[in-house]
């Protein structure tokens, strides 16, 4: 019997039979896929023939009305708790509860049908099952279908299995069970579900900065940029869309910098999963702000609180509406600002409750956003949430929304100006709230700070003093004299109080900003306490700096907070700058800052800050930092943007050399990377141009050819280029004795001349500073097939490259281990999105690269269960590849062997004959027996080597001729 007969059955017809509408696997994944969470069934699956093998027979019209029936508004509940229910341990409960929910409509939908298949109603119901589990006999039609049923199936019993969760677990199941015989209730969850999306979709998009300030009327679409995510456990980089499939529920954590867009982010998803054309069916969401949850409603429960905000935002939904929706899956959770809980028990206490609501609701979807810094003190189980990190924009995100914004704005002659004048400040306009204020900042005055501190300070002059006045609103009266001291106030106030963190109650604010307007700004006190009110009535109709974020339990008093934190830090740092007595008490709350958020941008802030209250101020600061031997990434964080004395910078340098000896790191070395002006001009006039310095030198080019081999090093070519040209001439000699292996591959590329590595697979992949990166083999092969680039090689590098590929045809195999280590490191590079091509006319190396390619890339396959990202990318420049694949998959399935003469002569007329054994399954190019006493690589200095040809081991002899010309180029060319 074929594969769909044992799932969603043929079914005959007296006057003749119709044709299949789908393949037997594709209809059942479709139906399947839409099944499981939206409740609906694909008319796919009902086909000509028996029912799941039982002779009842049904005429098309029939067919026809079973349809109209399976999605109709009273049974697209049944079968969505079928669809769970059936991958759970107590399957057989459910499955008989909703039997009989089943059978029931059945008889209702008979009544006002004139077709009358009620009674065919069990064989129907079996059908529906056997097509919710899955049941397809022939194996290899359907390998992708059980992986997607594994992967629901496990994804619902993650937050459920296991002995803590058996409660859980139970409970769940009850529920289940309870709604399959409360239809009526059923029916109303999928109606909310539908008017809570509508809602969403109909409401308008709370505005966001850079919106609120073009002068068009614009859409939140108009100016979002689609955003990139890491993965955090695999590094891989994919947009939003990965995140939320349509089919399985989703639990992921979204960790981002602050500014980076966390919150934009939620309001265009919510917007997206409920929007039917974007997501089949809309999926309304919930959004609850950690912050407000822990201060208005933690001592109730979450379901309770999400119930009050639906309610306030949308229309009426009690707790038991809300628990039915959750119940089946029918609206998203999202937890905005897990940090924004500051009070560490009470966070790690959010986590517990966020654990429960996945247990006793896995069938919903849910998501959480914090900052990663302090993320590790209270985090998610990384067993049911999956981790990403929001990118920062790319420079193509910038320049995306620059000429959104400068256009909306009218200005798009602007952007090229823009784009020029920021690059000094590159990383902050990576930040899209900052690149927004910058727009801004831009628009009106045509320039931009030179330093962090100066760009915070003109952004916070831009949100609290010139808004108003650009909109033509009335002001604060007091504002131009004391406004930026009442929010140093508060913002010391904020940092040096870990309860008030949480938010202030603005009675509060106001007694403590009036005693301090009374002592330190001069007010009388009958005049202070008003105008302290004043001032957060003004505050509270801007939100853009300080605003409302509640109100509280007893007397509903406002509650106030810092609306981002970047400014919060800004105004702190301008607090403890005023009240430091002296440079070294300053360097001690500045160290302190450090140690406690180390990657906050408050240690910047304060040193910037003090120079401008101090003569020297940021040269003493430093110089008693670094008599107390700080951490060094700090000291270069603070060479960045400070005003700094050549011999304060040189202890700094000093004390970095020193580290770097013992160790470097990649955070320090990206750290001295982002450095910029006179700090980068005085590294590298001390240490990398001397004679004396080959250690630096060493050092330096050990990180930067490990940046360069992994794709990710092109932000910080432009800059460094020139003293990096300037070394490979004035150092050639010293540089080809080197023998890491990635300053050997790096060098090679770059065609000069350098030391074989100690092992030839070192050619292939490598490990260095940022871990493994591909060799000069792999990006020869990027060069020439990827990006186009048909320069040839150097001698050298041409000797190694028909080296490699000679003892490849001579049987070497690829240890595992490093084809392991390279397809990670390809990973990485994203080698699958190139835009790999097809060659008119090569040149004979070019054929020899082309016959290395086909190696790494069938090598790379070979043994892994699903075929390797790249081969998606490689079929532009090698349509056969994947017919090649089928056959070698086939080939290895039986016995004995097909000889080669069984293959078609156009798919492997270019391959060696080795590659050719390979395609009909005789022979392997990956040995898996090397590594099996060595699962984490220790001996990998050990590998056995490829027999090379003595010509090759000559290649050393070339370096006495000196470097290759220049233009054998063959580094990554971009990341």
């Given at each position: 019997m074929e594969a769909i007969s044992a799932v969603a059955a043929s079914?005959?017809?007296?006057?003749?039979?119709?044709?299949?509408?789908?393949?037997?696997?594709?209809?059942?994944?479709?139906?399947?896929?839409?099944?499981?969470?939206?409740?609906?069934?694909?008319?796919?699956?009902?086909?000509?023939?028996?029912?799941?093998?039982?002779?009842?027979?049904?005429?098309?019209?029939?067919?026809?009305?079973?349809?109209?029936?399976?999605?109709?508004?009273?049974?697209?509940?049944?079968?969505a708790l079928l669809a769970v229910g059936t991958v759970l341990s107590d399957a057989e409960e459910v499955v008989n509860g909703a039997r009989v929910g089943f059978l029931n409509e059945c008889k209702r939908w008979g009544i006002k049908s004139e077709l009358k298949w009620a009674p065919k109603g069990d064989a129907i119901f079996d059908s529906v099952v056997e097509l919710f589990r899955g049941v397809l006999p022939d194996a290899k039609h359907s390998e992708e279908l059980h992986e997607e049923i594994e992967a629901y199936s496990e994804f619902l019993a993650t937050p459920l299995r296991g002995q803590e969760n058996e409660g859980?677990?139970?409970?769940?199941?009850?529920?289940?069970?309870?709604?399959?015989?409360?239809?009526?209730?059923?029916?109303?969850?999928?109606?909310?579900?539908?008017?809570?999306?509508?809602?969403?979709?109909?409401?308008?998009?709370?505005?966001?900065?850079?919106?609120a300030e073009v002068d068009n009327q614009v859409s939140f679409d108009d100016l979002y940029v689609s955003r990139d995510f890491i993965d955090v456990s695999s590094e891989a980089t994919e947009d939003s869309g990965g995140l939320v499939s349509s089919g399985v529920p989703f639990r992921v954590l979204i960790m981002g910098s602050p500014g980076a867009g966390k919150s934009t982010f939620v309001k265009f998803l919510t917007a997206g999963l409920a929007n039917p054309q974007l997501r089949n069916p809309a999926l309304p969401s919930v959004v609850i702000k950690c912050r407000d949850y822990a201060r208005e409603g933690f001592s109730g429960s979450l379901v309770s609180f999400a119930a009050k905000q639906l309610?306030?935002?949308?229309?009426?939904?009690?707790?038991?509406?809300?628990?039915?929706?959750?119940?089946?899956?029918?609206?998203?959770?999202?937890?905005?600002?897990?940090?924004?809980?500051?009070?560490?028990?009470?966070?790690?206490?959010?986590?517990?409750?966020?654990?429960?609501?996945?247990?006793?609701?896995?069938?919903?979807?849910?998501?959480?956003?914090t900052r990663e810094v302090g993320y590790v003190n209270a985090p998610l189980n990384t067993k049911v949430f999956r981790s990403v990190r929001l990118q920062e924009f790319t420079y193509t995100q910038v320049e995306e929304y620059c000429h959104r914004w400068f256009k909306k704005n009218n200005k798009g002659h602007l952007v090229d100006h823009f784009l020029a004048e920021s690059e000094a400040v590159s990383d902050l306009r990576s930040n899209p709230l900052l690149l927004s204020l910058l727009c801004i900042l831009y628009r009106d005055s045509g320039a931009i700070p030179a330093?962090?501190?100066?760009?915070?300070?003109?952004?916070?002059?831009?949100?609290?003093?010139?808004?108003?006045?650009?909109?033509?609103?009335?002001?604060?009266?007091?504002?131009?004299?004391?406004?930026?001291?009442?929010?140093?106030?508060?913002?010391?106030?904020?940092?040096?109080?870990?309860?008030?963190?949480?938010?202030?109650?603005?009675?509060?604010?106001?007694?403590?900003?009036?005693?301090?307007?009374?002592?330190?700004?001069?007010?009388?006190?009958?005049?202070?306490?008003?105008?302290a009110s004043e001032f957060l009535d003004f505050c509270a109709g801007r939100a853009w700096l300080l605003g409302v974020t509640g109100t509280s339990k007893h007397g509903g008093h406002r509650i106030f907070s810092f609306t981002h934190r970047t400014f919060y830090e800004f105004f702190a740092a301008e607090a403890f700058a005023r009240e430091a007595e002296n440079a070294g008490d300053m360097a001690g709350r500045l160290r302190k800052a450090y140690e406690k958020d180390s990657t906050s941008v408050l240690p910047e802030l304060l040193i910037q800050s003090f120079d401008q209250t101090r003569t020297r101020g940021a040269t003493n600061v430093f110089s008693s930092l670094c008599q107390d031997a700080a951490p060094p990434a700090l000291l270069l964080r603070l060479m960045d943007g400070a005003n700094l004395a050549p011999h304060a910078r040189s202890k700094g340098f000093e004390l970095i050399m020193r580290d770097w000896k013992l160790t470097l790191d990649a955070e320090l070395f990206t750290a001295l990377l982002q450095i910029s002006g006179p700090a980068r001009d005085h590294f590298q006039d001390e240490y990398l141009r001397p004679a004396s310095g080959s250690l630096a030198r060493r050092k330096f080019l050990y990180g930067w050819s490990s940046l360069q081999l992994s794709g990710s090093g092109n932000r910080f070519t432009g800059i460094w280029a020139p003293i990096i040209e300037e070394m490979l001439e004035a150092y050639a000699d010293e540089l080809a004795s080197l023998s890491d292996p990635v300053i050997v591959n790096w060098l090679l590329?770059?065609?000069?001349?350098?030391?074989?590595?100690?092992?030839?697979?070192?050619?292939?992949?490598?490990?260095?500073?940022?871990?493994?990166?591909?060799g000069v083999a792999w990006w020869m092969i990027d060069g020439v097939f990827n990006t186009g680039m048909r320069t040839a090689p150097s001698p050298h590098l041409e000797l190694i490259i028909n080296g490699l590929v000679e003892d490849l045809n001579q049987n070497a195999r690829f240890p595992d281990m490093v084809i392991s280590r390279l397809r990670d490191s390809l990973e990485y590079v994203q080698a699958h999105r190139?835009?790999?091509?097809?060659?008119?006319?090569?040149?004979?190396?070019?054929?020899?690269?082309?016959?290395?390619?086909?190696?790494?890339?069938?090598?790379?396959?070979?043994?892994?269960?699903?075929?390797?990202?790249?081969?998606?990318?490689?079929?532009?420049?090698?349509?056969?590849?994947?017919?090649?694949?089928a056959i070698r998959a086939a080939s290895s399935r039986r016995r004995p062997r097909r000889s080669s003469s069984g293959i078609s002569s156009h798919l492997v007329l270019d391959l060696p004959e080795r590659l050719?054994?390979?395609?009909?399954?005789?022979?392997?190019?990956?040995?898996?027996?090397?590594?099996?006493?060595?699962?984490?690589?220790?001996?990998?200095?050990?590998?056995?080597?490829?027999?090379?040809?003595?010509?090759?081991?000559?290649?050393?002899?070339?370096?006495?001729?000196?470097?290759?010309?220049?233009?054998?180029?063959?580094?990554?060319?971009?990341?």
């Open positions: 079914v005959s017809i007296a006057n003749g039979t119709v044709g299949l509408m789908q393949t037997a696997t594709k209809g059942v994944r479709s139906a399947y896929r839409r099944a499981r969470l939206s409740g609906t069934i694909d008319q796919s699956w009902l086909k000509l023939g028996a029912l799941s093998g039982k002779d009842v027979l049904l005429s098309a019209a029939e067919v026809d009305d079973i349809h109209a029936f399976l999605e109709s508004d009273s049974v697209k509940p049944i079968l859980a677990h139970r409970a769940y199941v009850g529920r289940l069970l309870a709604l399959t015989g409360d239809l009526e209730t059923l029916r109303r969850t999928a109606q909310l579900s539908g008017e809570l999306a509508e809602s969403i979709l109909a409401g308008d998009q709370e505005q966001i900065i850079g919106h309610t306030a935002e949308f229309q009426p939904v009690s707790d038991d509406a809300l628990e039915a929706l959750l119940l089946t899956g029918k609206i998203s959770v999202i937890f905005d600002g897990l940090d924004e809980i500051t009070d560490l028990p009470r966070r790690q206490d959010m986590v517990k409750r966020i654990h429960r609501l996945t247990a006793q609701f896995p069938s919903t979807s849910i998501l959480v956003t330093n962090r501190r100066g760009i915070y300070r003109e952004c916070a002059q831009l949100l609290f003093h010139k808004w108003d006045a650009h909109r033509q609103i009335k002001q604060f009266e007091v504002m131009p004299d004391y406004t930026d001291r009442l929010m140093e106030e508060i913002a010391r106030w904020i940092y040096t109080s870990s309860a008030a963190q949480a938010g202030l109650e603005e009675q509060v604010i106001i007694k403590t900003l009036s005693n301090y307007m009374v002592s330190d700004l001069g007010f009388l006190q009958s005049k202070a306490e008003s105008t590329g770059k065609g000069l001349t350098a030391k074989n590595p100690e092992e030839v697979w070192e050619y292939f992949v490598c490990y260095g500073l940022y871990g493994w990166v591909p190139g835009s790999w091509i097809a060659l008119d006319h090569p040149t004979n190396f070019e054929q020899v690269v082309r016959k290395m390619l086909s190696y790494v890339v069938l090598a790379l396959t070979e043994g892994q269960d699903n075929e390797h990202e790249l081969v998606n990318g490689l079929t532009r420049c090698w349509p056969e590849l994947p017919t090649i694949l050719k054994k390979w395609t009909e399954g005789s022979v392997n190019l990956v040995d898996f027996s090397v590594f099996d006493d060595d699962p984490l690589g220790v001996k990998y200095r050990h590998l056995p080597p490829l027999h090379f040809k003595q010509e090759v081991g000559g290649v050393q002899r070339a370096s006495s001729e000196g470097p290759a010309p220049a233009k054998h180029d063959f580094v990554p060319p971009h990341p």
